[in-house]
Structure formats: structure tokens, C-alpha cells
């Protein structure tokens, strides 16, 4: 069974419930009178601003592959799908959805945000999925309760923030005492690398959109060169993923949003603590070999990852 489209929700603003208009077309604050209308089933609590370029991104490639999916949600969450089963699960900067569908059809209770109106690809994604409802939110600012969900994670979104330690401390006030949170951000690179990425990002933000898209399927058809693949792409970042489609989307997500921060475990490992988190597990990457987890190890792999899950004290 859907879940009404109101369960749960509160006002970002007042944290009162909110009400389902007569017309069934917004949510309407009793508290503050504010209304957020709900588009395509979808409640709506921002506009887009410099999160735009994801909508883009997740309603125009399709990169859910279910099988690769279930593999990563375990390797960069610490929770096996065995333990989902009837948990309330906040999938926080959702994009279009492929791990609210692995969750969701583990048996969890899912709600999904993220700014981008990659919501919509992310509710076509789990149609037919029971217990899963999308918000279009800022995650600084949730129509949540706090303190009410089992199990929160987030892949790869914080860092797009402009304040990442912002979004993390939000969204960790979300997590049930007991529950557990696991985050994935971008790792912080050799200075050389950083520097080098940055000077290139400061121009391809800067690019319009569509001259983007097709400097990055050129990328794309490197990115399936053996050897180049794995070489080059160390120095400049674009996809090595089996699938075309995702190449072009990956290299995209890396190239257009306008803020991508790197992050160290140390740095990590404090917020964790300081927000209230123990038993904290560092998660390893997914892939294995003895050069690779070299490379990882000397923070040399670029669009590798910090990665830690925690249990919230009582
Ligand atoms: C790289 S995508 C990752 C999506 C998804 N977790 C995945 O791995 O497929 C990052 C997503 O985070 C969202 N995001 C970043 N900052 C956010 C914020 N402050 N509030 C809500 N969503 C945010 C973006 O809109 C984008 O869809």
C-alpha cells in the first residue's frame, strides 16, 4: 500500500503537521499559512537553484542497474538488505532514486529527498514499490520529524551543498537514538590532483550545458579505451563504468554542479563524533586489488570516497 501523501510531513519552517488541501493540490501549514504544492504527487519545498544541473542529469540518463545497485547500497551504507526489512529509512539526496528502489524493495519504509526534480525520475523508478514517497527538499531543511528514522544514508550529495558540515549535522539530526547513519563524500585528493581539478571545473561549470554534455560523451568514449581508462583518468576525472549511458552521466555529475567539495576521514570521523555518533565503521571501497586500495590509500584515486556509518548514542 502508498502511503498518504501527508504522513508525516511537517512544515520546514514551523514543524507542524501539515495539512492536505481540500483541493488535493498543496500541503497548507496551519502554523504559518505557507503552502507547498504537490506537483506529479510530489510535495515541493524549494525551487532549484545550484542544484539544477542534477535535475538535468538524473531525468535524462537512465543508470540504475539493479543488481550493480544492491552491491554499491551495501559496500557504501555498512547495512545488509537482510537487515531492512519494516525500518524507517531516509534516502537523503536521493537523485533518481536507484537506492530508495534497492531499500524500498528490501522491505523498507523509504522516503527519498533531494532539492533537483530528480524526484520524479526517482518515483517513476520505484512505481509499484510500496511504502517509498519522494520530497523535493533541501536537506538543511526537512518536512521531517527528527529523531524519527531507523536507518539514514547518503551517497555521493553532501559535498554539492555549499556547506557541507551543514547538510551532514541536518540530516544526522534525523536519525532515531539507537539508528544508524552512513555517509559517502568525495575524498580529498593529492594537492596536485586538486589543483588540476579545479582550475578544470572553474571552466566547465562555467560552460553551457549542452557543449558540456558533449565534451563529456568524448569523455565517455575514453572512458571505454582499456588501460586509458585506467590511467589517464587518474589525472583527469571521466567514467570507466561498463555502460556508455553511465560514463556520460557520471562525468557529467563530476563537471556540472557548481560545488563539489572534497573531504578527509579525519575530518569525517569529527562531525560523526561530535554530532552524537558512536561505534563508528570506516567502509572500505568496493573495489578490491592491491594496487587499487594502494592508490586509495594515498588519496591518489579521484572520485574516491570517505565513507563511515554510526550508531547514534541514546
Ligand atoms: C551525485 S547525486 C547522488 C544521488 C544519489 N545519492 C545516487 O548516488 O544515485 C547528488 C544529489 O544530491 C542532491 N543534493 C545535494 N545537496 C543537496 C541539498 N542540500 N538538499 C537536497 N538535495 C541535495 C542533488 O540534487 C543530487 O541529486
Request: charged share 20%; proline share 4%.
Amino acid at each position: 500500500m502508498t502511503e498518504p501523501i501527508a504522513c508525516g510531513l511537517l512544515c520546514p519552517q514551523t514543524a507542524e503537521p501539515l495539512d492536505l488541501n481540500a483541493s488535493g493540490q498543496s500541503l497548507d501549514c496551519p502554523g504559518c499559512g505557507r503552502s507547498y504544492p504537490i506537483i506529479d504527487g510530489i510535495p515541493r519545498f524549494v525551487g532549484q537553484q545550484h542544484l539544477a544541473s542534477f535535475s538535468r542529469q538524473w531525468n535524462r540518463y537512465d543508470v540504475a542497474h539493479d543488481a550493480e545497485d544492491r552491491a554499491t547500497f551495501e559496500a557504501k551504507t555498512g547495512v545488509a538488505l537482510t537487515e531492512l526489512e519494516g525500518l524507517r529509512v531516509l534516502d537523503a539526496g536521493c537523485g533518481g532514486g536507484r537506492y530508495s528502489k534497492v531499500a524500498a524493495a528490501a522491505g523498507a519504509r523509504v522516503i527519498g529527498a533531494d532539492h533537483s526534480t530528480a524526484v520524479e525520475k526517482a518515483r517513476a523508478l520505484c512505481a509499484g514499490l510500496p511504502h517509498v514517497q519522494f520530497v523535493q527538499a533541501d536537506l538543511k531543511l526537512l518536512p521531517l520529524e527528527h529523531e524519527s528514522f531507523d536507518f539514514v544514508f547518503s551517497i555521493g550529495v553532501m559535498h554539492h551543498d555549499a556547506a557541507t558540515r551543514a547538510v551532514f549535522d541536518a540530516v544526522a539530526r534525523m536519525v532515531k537514538s539507537g539508528g544508524r547513519y552512513a555517509v559517502w563524500l568525495y575524498r580529498r585528493n593529492q594537492w596536485w590532483q586538486e589543483r588540476l581539478n579545479t582550475a578544470l571545473r572553474r571552466r566547465t561549470t562555467n560552460m553551457p550545458v549542452e557543449r558540456l554534455e558533449r565534451w563529456c560523451r568524448r569523455a565517455a568514449l575514453l572512458g571505454g579505451v582499456p588501460v586509458v581508462n585506467k590511467t589517464l583518468n587518474k589525472l583527469v576525472n571521466f567514467s570507466a563504468h561498463p555502460s556508455f549511458e553511465n560514463r556520460v552521466c557520471d562525468t557529467f555529475d563530476w563537471y556540472a554542479p557548481q560545488f563539489q567539495h572534497h573531504h578527509t576521514l579525519e575530518e569525517l570521523t569529527a562531525w560523526f563524533s561530535e554530532a552524537g555518533f558512536a561505534d563508528l565503521r570506516i567502509l572500505p571501497p568496493e573495489k578490491s586489488g592491491r594496487l587499487y586500495r594502494w592508490a586509495y590509500a594515498h588519496n591518489l584515486l579521484i572520485g574516491s570516497g570517505v565513507n563511515i556509518m554510526g550508531v547514534k548514542r541514546g
